[in-house]
C-alpha cells in the first residue's frame, strides 16, 4: 500500500468511526427489558428522549428511590438490596405543552445481589476447594482462582476473591495460614 | 326610506317566491388548510357574493358560529357596504336584537340613518378574522360556520317573509392532538 491508498485507508477509517459516533448521541441504546441492576446501586440513571415542551412523571417501585430529576427527561435511582424481578420497577409517563399524557412507559427491574459461600481457612497442602456463588452462572476471580475453584497452595497470605455477574461484584475473603515450623529431631 | 317602501308595494305585487333565499355566491378559505393542531392559529376568510333583498329585507348582520375547540376569535377585516346605506359595520361579541334574536359573535350593521335597519347593499361583503385553536386533549369539534341575518328577522323590517337562508358551513373538523410518541427507557 502506497503512501496514497494509505492515506484514504485512514480516511475512511475516520469516517467510519465518525459515524459510529454519531449514530451512537442520536440513537443511544435501548435498555433490554428487564433491566438489570445491582442491589443497593446508587445513582443509577435512566432517561427518555427529550422533548423540551415536554414534562416527564415518573414513578419508581420495587424498592428503588428516586433521587433527582423528577418532572425532567432524565432521573436517578438509588435501589434496595432484596433481589428479584420487579415488573414495572420504573415508570415514565410524559405530558405535552398542553398538559396531555401519552401512554406509560414501563420497564422491569431485576435486582440482582450476588453473595459468595466462605471458605477456608487453609492450610498449606490442603486440597483446591469449590468456589460456588449464588445465583450461579458468575465468574469467579482472584489469586488462587482456577474456574470455580481455589487452590490454597498459592501460599500464605489473605486473598480477596471476586465473583461477576452482569456487572455486579462480591468478594469474599480466603486465608491461607502458614504451616508450623517442626525443628530436625533430636536424640537425648 | 321611501323608495324601500315602493318597491316592498311593487313586490307584493309581484310573483317573486317568498322562499327564495337571499345570499348566493358565498366564498371562503381557510388559512392554513386543516388538520388543525393546539395552538394554531387559523385565519378565515368569507365572502357572501350576493344578498338579494327577499321582501326588501336587508342584510344587517353576519354570525360566526365556532365549535367549542376554538379559542380567540379576532376580527381582521369588516365587510364592506358597496352602494349601501349610511351607517357601518360594527364587530360585536353579542346583541340582542328587538326581535329578541340573540346574536353574536360577528359584524352587525349600525344603520346610521334609520335605526334597527340593515344596509341596502346587495354585496359582495368580504370578511376576514382569525381563530386559535385552543389547548386540549381530546378531538374537540372544530366547526366554523356562518350565518347571515337580514333585518326582517332582527325586527328592523316586517313587511313581508323573512329569508330562510341556510348557514353557510366552511369546515366540521375536529382537532388533531398532539401525538406524544415517548422513546423507551434507557439506562446508562
Known sequence: MNYKESKQALLALFILMLLMIVTTLSFGQTTINPDTVCANAIGEQYFVTNTPTSTYNWTVTGGGTLQTGQTTNSITVDWGGVMGLWINAVEVIESNAAGCPGAPILLDVFVLDLSGNAIGPFCPGDPTAGLAGTPIGGTWSGTGVAGNNFDPSVGIGTYMLTYTMAGCTTTINVVVNGGPVTGPIQHF | ?188
Open chain 2, 1 to 188: 326610506m321611501i323608495a324601500r317602501k315602493i318597491l316592498m308595494v311593487l313586490l307584493i305585487c309581484s310573483s317573486f317566491i317568498a322562499t327564495s333565499q337571499c345570499i348566493s355566491n358565498q366564498t371562503s378559505t381557510l388559512t392554513p388548510p386543516p388538520p388543525y393542531s393546539p395552538g394554531q392559529v387559523v385565519t378565515v376568510n368569507y365572502t357572501l357574493g350576493t344578498f338579494t333583498q327577499l321582501n326588501l329585507n336587508w342584510i344587517i348582520a353576519f354570525q360566526i358560529n365556532l365549535g367549542a375547540g376554538w379559542t380567540n376569535l379576532q376580527p381582521v377585516i369588516s365587510p364592506g357596504n358597496p352602494g349601501g346605506s349610511a351607517g357601518f359595520w360594527m364587530w360585536d361579541l353579542q346583541n340582542t336584537f328587538p326581535s329578541g334574536l340573540n346574536w353574536g359573535p360577528g359584524w352587525r350593521f349600525i344603520n346610521t340613518g334609520t335605526t334597527n335597519w340593515g344596509t341596502g347593499s346587495t354585496g359582495p361583503f368580504t370578511m376576514r378574522y382569525n381563530i386559535t385553536v385552543a389547548p386540549t386533549c381530546t378531538p374537540d369539534n372544530l366547526s366554523i360556520s356562518m350565518n347571515v341575518i337580514g333585518d326582517c328577522l332582527t325586527g328592523g323590517w316586517n313587511n313581508g317573509a323573512c329569508c330562510t337562508d341556510p348557514i353557510l358551513i366552511l369546515y366540521n373538523g375536529t382537532v388533531l392532538p398532539d401525538s406524544i410518541g415517548t422513546s423507551l427507557i434507557n439506562h446508562f
